[in-house]
C-alpha cells in the first residue's frame, strides 16, 4: 500500500536529489545493436513485449536473439531476476540460452517469474569459456548495481521512445502545409512532454524542423507517470507533481534521467568491470515482439569483452494511465476529427502499453455504445477511428467513458461531456440589451453550444463580420459584439455548426442608449413615486400594479437623473398598495422598449401641520426699518421660529430632523434636536433658524419638511426670505428726497404712493449709497424688493429738521 506524503517533504526530498544536468559529451545511444524477440504469457493471454508494461509474478517469457544468418560472434543470453540491493539472487534465478544452437529449448530463455522478484536483466556475453559463470558471479555479488541499473535502462528506453517518436512525428511534418508544423509541435511537445524551442517556429520554413530536433538528448522533460520520485505522491493533483520533479530543485534538472544515462551507467559498471567483460548499457526499443538494442559505444570482441545489459520491464503490479480530461467543456461530437483530449501520460502515445481504447457513450435514456479510439500525440488525445462514426439516439448531449487495456489489465480513463448538433433554432435572451455606440455582450440560447464554429455579424449594406464568443452553458454562448459605430436598427447574426450544413440566423435589434434604472420609490398613501437612474428623458410611461403614472418633472443630483412620476388615475384596490408590498414595475421607454424593475412599497410619509410661526430681529436692526408686506416675510437679519404638529398616532423623538430648502430645491438648513431643533412635547416640534445660516445668496420662497427614518415628508411653504438694504438715512427736499444707506441694490423700485404710479426704478448693478426718489406723500416711501417683487414694502421718512 502506498503511503501519502506531504508537500513539504517531497520537496525536501526533491531537494536531496542531486542535479543531472545534460552533458555535451555523453554519447548519445545512437547505434544499432542486436534484436531480440519476447512475449509475455499471463492467465492464458499472450502478448508481445511491446505491449506489456510490466511483469507479474507466474508470468512466462519466451526471450530469444534476433541474429542474422551470417552472424559470426557467438553470443550467450543469459537472464537474472533480481529481488532487492541487498538480497542476491538464487542461483535458480539466473538462466542462459546459447542462441547460435538450432533447437528452441537451447537457443530460447522460456522463464516463469518467480515469486518475490522485482526485476528482469538479460545479458548478451560473447561465448567464452567462463561466460555463464563470470556473469553469474557479477550478478550474484554486487545485485544493487544491476537493481539500480535495471531502473535507469528501463526509464531511459521510455524517455527514448517518447524522443523518437516526438522526432518521427516532426520529420513526418516538414514536406506538408508550411503553416502546419507551427500547429503541430507544439501539441506534440506537450502530449510527450518533450522540450519545444518556440523560436524555431520562427525560423524559415526549410529550418523549422532540424532546429526543433538541435540537443535531442536535452528534449525530453520528466514525465509524472514514470518519475520514481512522483510515483509516492497520491492524492495530490498530477500537475503538480509534474511541476515539482520538473525543476531543478527537483533532481531532474528540466529533463529526465535520460540525458545523464549513460554517464551513470559508466559509473555503476565501473564497479564490476572485469579484465573478462565490460559491461555495456543497451537501451531496448520495443515494437510488437522486439527489442532493438540501442548502445553507446561499439561492443568489443577482445578481451575485455563487451556484455550487452538490457533491462526487461519491472516486475511490479500495473500503474495505469493517470489520464485527465484536457477539455474545458463539453466537446462536439458531430465535430470531424473529434479530438478527446487527455494528458498525463506520454507512453500512451510512444508505447504499444495501452490499446483496445473505446469510448463509451451513455445516451440519456440508458443505452450505449463503444466507439473505437486512437491515440494521436499529434492531436492531443484520442482521435475517434472511424472517420464516419454517427450514433443514433443520442438526442442533443451524452456523456463518453474512456475504457482501454493496459498491458493485461483494463483501466477506466476520464469522462467526458458530448454535444451533438442539430438543426435547431437559436434565439436571443436579454433582446432588448443590445445598445450602439459601445460594445454588447448578448447570450445565445439553443442545441449543443460546443458545436458551434463560427459567427459572423451582418448589417445592412456590408459583408459578414466574424465575431468571437465563448460557451456559458451546455446550451448557452456568450457573442462580443462590437456595435460602436453601428446605427439603431435590425442586425443578422449568422452562426454555423459543426456537422450542419444550414446556416442558423438570428435576427437582432440594436437601440440607442436605453435608460439605467437604479431604483423606484414609491411611499405608501402617495400619488406620485421617484425614478432613479440615467437616460431617464427616455421614459414614457410607467405602470405600477394596474396603475398609470406620467412623467412630472426630471432633475439631476451629481451623475444620477430623478424622475418624478405621478398617478395619472387609479382603478381597483391594486390602485392603493400598502406598505411593505412588492410589485413590478413596467416602465415604457420612447424606443418602444419595456423594461421591468422590481418595487417594494415604503412606509407612508410623515405629514406634519405648521402649528404657528414668529419671526423677531437676530441682530442689528437698520436704523430705518422697512414694514414688510406680508407677515411671512423673513428678513435676512430676522430669526425664525416656527412650531410642528405631529399627526395623530404619531410621536416626535431624538432622531427626527427638519429640512428647510430654497426655491432651486438647494437644501440651506438642517435641524436635529439639540441643533436648532427642540422637543416640546412628543407631538410639537419647536425648531429655531436664524436667516444668516441659510446663507448669503439664499433668498425667495422657504420650504420644509420633516426628515424621520430617513424618510422625508411632502414639502411645505414656510416663509419668504427677502434681503434687505440697510437704509440709514432719508433726506427730502420740495423736488425730491435722498435714500442713504448700502445693498441698495436689493431695491427694485421705489415710489411714494403704493400704486408705484411715477416709481423710481434702481438700476441693475447699481452700487452707490444714494439714490434719489420722489417726494414722500403720506411720510412713506413705498419699496418693492428684488428678492420679493410681488410684494409692497414701507418706510417712514422722518420729519425734516428745523
Same mark, same amino acid.
Given at each position: ?35 531480440? &524477440? ?91 569459456? %567462463? ?30 521512445? &517518447? ?95 535520460? *540525458?545523464?544515462?549513460?554517464? =551513470? ?18 537501451? %531496448? ?199 460602436? =459605430? ?14 450542419? =450544413? ?6 437582432? &435589434? ?19 413615486? +421617484? ?24 432633475? &439631476? ?43 417594494? *412599497? ?9 402649528? %404657528? ?72 416640534? *419647536? ?34 426670505? +427677502? ?24 431695491? =427694485? ?54
Amino acid at each position: 500500500m502506498r503511503s501519502f506524503v506531504s508537500l513539504s517533504a517531497l520537496l525536501l526530498a526533491a531537494a536531496a536529489v542531486p542535479l543531472a544536468p545534460a552533458r555535451a559529451d555523453a554519447p548519445p545511444f545512437d547505434l544499432a545493436g542486436p534484436t531480440l &524477440r519476447a512475449k509475455v504469457t499471463r492467465n492464458g493471454v499472450t502478448l508481445p513485449i511491446a505491449q506489456v508494461p510490466a511483469l507479474a509474478a507466474g508470468d512466462t517469457i519466451e526471450i530469444g536473439a534476433d541474429l542474422p544468418s551470417d552472424q559470426s560472434a557467438k553470443y550467450m543470453l543469459v537472464s537474472a531476476f533480481l529481488h532487492g540491493a541487498t538480497n542476491p539472487p538464487s542461483t535458480k534465478w539466473i538462466d542462459r540460452a546459447e542462441t547460435w544452437k538450432k533447437k528452441d529449448k537451447d537457443r530460447l530463455l522460456k522463464l516463469t517469474v518467480p515469486e518475490g522478484a522485482r526485476q528482469l536483466v538479460l545479458f548478451m556475453v560473447p561465448e567464452t569459456g %567462463g561466460d555463464y559463470g563470470s556473469v553469474t558471479k557479477a550478478v550474484r555479488g554486487k545485485p544493487g548495481e544491476f537493481v539500480r541499473a535495471a531502473q535507469e535502462l528501463n526509464q531511459a528506453s521510455l524517455d527514448r521512445s &517518447r524522443l523518437d517518436t516526438f522526432m518521427a512525428a516532426i520529420r513526418a511534418q516538414e514536406n506538408l502545409h508550411p503553416e502546419y508544423l507551427k500547429r503541430v509541435a507544439p501539441v506534440l511537445a506537450s502530449s510527450l512532454s518533450t522540450k519545444l524551442n518556440a523560436e524555431c517556429l520562427q525560423k524559415v520554413i526549410e529550418l523549422q524542423a532540424n532546429c526543433l530536433l538541435e540537443n535531442r538528448e536535452s528534449l525530453v522533460l520528466a514525465d509524472v507517470h514514470t518519475s520514481s520520485m512522483t510515483e509516492t505522491l497520491v492524492g495530490a493533483p498530477t500537475d503538480l507533481a509534474l511541476q515539482i520533479s520538473s525543476t531543478r530543485v527537483g533532481g531532474q534538472g528540466y529533463y529526465s534521467a535520460y *540525458i545523464a544515462i549513460a554517464r =551513470d551507467l559508466a559509473k555503476i559498471f565501473g564497479a564490476f568491470n572485469s579484465p573478462q567483460f565490460d559491461y555495456l548499457p543497451a537501451l %531496448g526499443l520495443q515494437r510488437d515482439d522486439k527489442v532493438s538494442l540501442m548502445l553507446n559505444s561499439a561492443p568489443s570482441f577482445t578481451a575485455p569483452k563487451s556484455v550487452l545489459v538490457v533491462a526487461m520491464p519491472t516486475v511490479e503490479a500495473d500503474q495505469p494511465p493517470p489520464l485527465r480530461n484536457g477539455a474545458d467543456g463539453a466537446l462536439c461530437a458531430t465535430r470531424p476529427g473529434l479530438v478527446l483530449p487527455v494528458e498525463g501520460a506520454p507512453l500512451i502515445y510512444s508505447t504499444g502499453y495501452a490499446r483496445e481504447a473505446t469510448l463509451q457513450l451513455t445516451a440519456a435514456n440508458g443505452s450505449k455504445v463503444d466507439v473505437p479510439l486512437t491515440a494521436r500525440a499529434d492531436r492531443g488525445g484520442y482521435v475517434v477511428s472511424d472517420a464516419n462514426w454517427r450514433p443514433e439516439g443520442f438526442g442533443t448531449s451524452a456523456t463518453g467513458h474512456l475504457r482501454a487495456i493496459w498491458g493485461f489489465k483494463p483501466f477506466d480513463g476520464p469522462d467526458f461531456a458530448l454535444q451533438f448538433a442539430t438543426d435547431a433554432p437559436w434565439r436571443p435572451l436579454d433582446e432588448n440589451a443590445l445598445v450602439v455606440g459601445r460594445d454588447n455582450v448578448l447570450r445565445l440560447k439553443g442545441d449543443a453550444a460546443a458545436c458551434v464554429d463560427s459567427i459572423s455579424l451582418r448589417q445592412p449594406n456590408s459583408a459578414p463580420r466574424p465575431l468571437t464568443w465563448k460557451t456559458v452553458g451546455g446550451d448557452m454562448i456568450a457573442v462580443d459584439l462590437p456595435l460602436k =459605430d453601428a446605427r439603431p436598427g435590425e442586425l443578422t447574426l449568422e452562426i454555423r455548426r459543426a456537422g450542419i =450544413d444550414k446556416t442558423a440566423t438570428v435576427p437582432v &435589434r440594436a437601440f440607442s442608449e436605453a435608460s439605467r434604472l437604479d431604483a423606484l420609490t414609491y411611499h405608501a398613501g402617495d400619488d406620485w413615486a +421617484v425614478l432613479a437612474g440615467r437616460r431617464l428623458d427616455q421614459v414614457a410611461g410607467v405602470e405600477i400594479g394596474g396603475r398609470r403614472f406620467r412623467p412630472d418633472g426630471l432633475t &439631476r443630483e451629481g451623475d444620477s437623473d430623478r424622475l418624478r412620476i405621478v398617478a395619472e388615475g387609479a382603478t381597483g384596490a391594486a390602485a392603493k398598495p400598502e406598505a411593505g408590498a412588492s410589485l413590478s414595475a413596467k416602465i415604457a421607454l420612447s424606443d418602444g422598449r419595456s423594461v421591468g424593475l422590481p418595487v417594494r *412599497i415604503a412606509e407612508p410619509r410623515v405629514q406634519v401641520a405648521l402649528v %404657528g410661526k414668529n419671526i423677531a430681529p437676530a441682530g442689528e436692526a437698520p436704523a430705518l426699518p422697512l414694514v414688510p408686506g406680508s407677515a411671512d416675510v423673513l428678513p435676512d437679519f430676522a430669526r425664525l421660529t416656527f412650531s410642528v404638529r405631529a399627526p395623530a398616532g404619531i410621536r416626535f423623538g431624538a432622531t427626527d430632523a427638519i429640512e428647510i430648502a430654497t426655491a432651486d430645491d438647494r437644501i440651506a438648513a438642517q435641524l436635529s434636536v439639540g441643533r436648532g431643533l427642540q422637543l416640546e412635547s412628543a407631538e410639537i416640534l *419647536i425648531a429655531n433658524v436664524d436667516a444668516a445660516a441659510l446663507g448669503p445668496s439664499a433668498f425667495g420662497p422657504l420650504r420644509f419638511r420633516v426628515v424621520r427614518q430617513g424618510v422625508a415628508g411632502d414639502w411645505q411653504p414656510l416663509a419668504t426670505l +427677502v434681503r434687505q438694504p440697510r437704509i440709514d438715512a432719508i433726506y427730502c427736499t420740495a423736488e425730491n428726497c435722498e435714500i442713504r444707506g448700502s445693498r441698495l441694490f436689493l431695491i =427694485d423700485a421705489v415710489s411714494a404712493t403704493p400704486d408705484f404710479s411715477g416709481a423710481n426704478r434702481v438700476p441693475q448693478g447699481f452700487t452707490g449709497g444714494v439714490f434719489t426718489v420722489p417726494v414722500a406723500v403720506d411720510g412713506k416711501l413705498y419699496l418693492r424688493l428684488r428678492d420679493a417683487p410681488e410684494l409692497v414694502h414701507s418706510v417712514a421718512v422722518p420729519a425734516a429738521r428745523p
